[in-house]
C-alpha cells in the first residue's frame, strides 16, 4: 500500500495530470487567494469567479448608480429570460423554456402545484428518500394544501446509495399524478437515468419533475431529447452564482399553456407596466414569474454561465468522471482497513460530480480537514447527516493535486486518530 502511494500516487503524478488537464487554464478564471486551501465543497456553494464581481459591481455602481430606474428598460427587465436561454442552452432545453426565478424550493412548489392541478383526479406523487428534505417538505405541504386527497410515496433506497428502477417500475401507474425527483442525490450522489425514468412516467401518463440543482453544469442534461415535462435546479452550486442566487425553472414549451402558477403576480402578467386590475396570464414561460427578480444577484450569473458554455459540458463532465474516478482510487489505495465506505456509486455511470464517504467519525474528521494546524493544507469538504464526508469535485477549479492533497491529509487525519481532538457537537452550518 505504502509503496503504490509512493509510485503512483505522488503529489507530482497529480501535478502532471493537472498539465494534461485540457480544462486546467479555467482554474486561473476563479478568485483563489489562498492556494493551500483545497475547496471540495463547489457542490454547495460554487466559487467566485473573477469576472462575476465586476458585473454585479457594474449592476451596482452603473445600472443603479447613474442609469437608476431606466435600467428596467436598458437590460433588467429582460434579464431572467436571457440568462435563461444560456442555462436552457446547458440543459439541452428550447430558448424559451428557460427562466430564472425565485429559490429551487419556491419554483418546486410552482411546477409542482401545477402538475397536480394538470393531473386532477390522481392521487399520487412519487419521490425517494434519497431526495433533498426541502423538495419533500414543499411536497407534503402540497399534499395538506390539496386537502389530503393526494398521497406523497417515497422510493426506498436499498442502501441509501441508489436507487432500485425495479421497484420504482412496481409504483408507477395509472394513478400516478407527478413524479418528482433529484437528478442527482445529494447525499450519495446516485444519478438517475433521466431518459428512462421520463419514459416510466409517461408511459402511465404521468408528469415528471427533474430538480437538477446537483447536475446542472456539471453533469449532460438534454430535457429535450428526454422529453422532461418540467425541472427546476439551483444556481449557486455548479453554477457559481453566489450565495442565495435565484433559481431556474422549465417548462416543456407544449405544457405551458396547460399549467397554472399558483402564485401569479405582476412579473407573470402579460404586461406589468399596464397595471391593469386583472391578472392576464402572459404567454409562455414568463407566466411562472411571480414578483420583481434579485436583479444584482442574478447579474452575478452571467460570467460562470459563458464558461460552462465555452469549456463545453461533455469536457466537464470528462474531468468530473476521471476526477471522481482517480479520487476513488486514490482512496483505496491509501486507506483501505481505515473504516471507510465510499458513499456513492462506484460505476461513474451512476454518479454525479460529488464523492461521499461514510465514517463512523465522519463529523470530527470534516473538523480536523479544516483545521490549519494539521498538514499542509485547509481541506473544505462538507459533512451530511449521519456519517457522510461530501467531497465535491466543480471540474472548473478542482485540480488534480487538491484532490490528492485532500486524501493526504485524511490518510494523515485516520493514521494519527487526530479527529479525536475534536467535539462531536454540530454546527449550525454542516
Ligand atoms: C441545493 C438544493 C436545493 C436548494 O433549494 P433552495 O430553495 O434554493 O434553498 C433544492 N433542492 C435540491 C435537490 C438541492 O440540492
Not at 187 to 192: F, P, Q
Request: hydrophobic letters at 35%.
Amino acid at each position: 500500500m505504502e509503496r503504490n502511494m509512493d509510485k503512483i500516487y505522488t503529489i507530482e503524478h497529480a501535478r502532471m495530470l493537472d498539465r494534461e488537464d485540457p480544462l486546467a487554464s479555467y482554474r486561473a478564471e476563479f478568485v483563489i487567494k489562498d492556494s493551500s486551501i483545497v475547496y471540495l465543497d463547489g457542490n454547495s456553494l460554487g466559487r467566485l469567479p473573477e469576472k462575476t464581481a465586476s458585473y454585479m459591481e457594474s449592476a451596482i455602481r452603473k445600472q443603479w448608480g447613474e442609469r437608476l430606474i431606466r435600467s428596467w428598460n436598458e437590460g433588467w427587465y429582460k434579464q431572467s429570460a436571457r440568462l435563461g436561454k444560456k442555462i436552457a442552452q446547458i440543459l439541452g432545453a428550447h430558448p424559451e423554456e428557460v427562466i430564472i426565478s425565485d429559490s429551487t424550493s419556491v419554483n418546486l412548489y410552482k411546477l409542482a402545484y401545477g402538475a397536480l392541478k394538470a393531473k386532477e383526479g390522481r392521487a399520487d406523487i412519487i419521490s425517494d428518500d434519497m431526495n433533498f428534505p426541502s423538495d419533500l417538505y414543499i411536497m407534503q405541504g402540497l399534499v395538506r394544501q390539496f386537502g389530503g386527497q393526494h398521497a406523497l410515496r417515497l422510493l426506498k433506497s436499498p442502501d441509501g446509495i441508489s436507487s432500485d428502477l425495479t421497484e420504482l417500475v412496481r409504483m408507477v401507474n395509472h394513478n400516478t399524478a407527478l413524479v418528482s425527483l433529484s437528478h442527482v442525490a445529494y447525499k450519495s450522489s446516485y444519478l438517475y437515468d433521466m431518459e428512462r425514468v421520463t419514459e416510466l412516467a409517461h408511459m402511465h401518463d404521468a408528469l415528471i419533475l427533474w430538480d437538477l440543482s446537483h447536475s446542472v453544469g456539471v453533469v449532460p442534461v438534454s430535457l429535450n431529447r428526454a422529453n422532461v415535462d418540467l425541472a427546476v435546479g439551483c444556481t449557486y452550486k455548479y453554477l457559481n452564482g453566489g450565495p442565495g442566487s435565484p433559481a431556474f425553472l422549465y417548462v416543456k414549451k407544449e405544457l405551458q399553456e396547460r399549467m397554472e402558477n399558483p402564485i401569479q403576480g405582476w412579473f407573470g402578467e402579460q404586461n406589468p407596466f399596464d397595471f391593469n386590475l386583472h391578472y392576464r396570464e402572459s404567454e409562455g414561460i414568463r407566466k411562472f414569474l411571480t414578483g420583481t427578480p434579485p436583479v444584482i444577484s442574478i447579474s452575478g450569473l452571467e460570467p460562470a454561465l459563458d464558461m460552462i458554455l465555452k469549456a463545453g459540458i461533455g469536457s466537464i463532465r470528462q474531468k468530473s468522471v476521471a476526477q471522481g474516478d482517480y479520487l476513488l482510487s486514490l482512496v483505496q489505495e491509501c486507506l483501505p482497513g481505515q473504516g471507510f465506505r465510499i458513499g456513492s456509486p462506484e460505476f461513474f455511470e451512476k454518479r454525479g460530480s460529488h464523492i461521499s464517504l461514510k465514517h463512523a467519525e465522519g463529523y470530527r474528521i470534516c473538523k480536523a480537514l479544516i483545521d490549519p494546524e494539521i498538514g499542509r493544507c485547509v481541506v473544505i469538504p462538507d459533512f451530511r447527516e449521519p456519517n457522510n464526508i461530501r467531497l465535491g469535485i466543480s471540474p472548473l477549479y478542482t485540480s488534480y493535486e487538491d484532490i490528492f492533497s485532500a486524501m493526504e491529509k485524511l490518510k494523515l487525519i485516520i493514521e494519527e486518530k487526530l479527529y479525536e481532538h475534536y467535539p462531536g457537537t454540530r454546527d449550525q452550518v454542516t
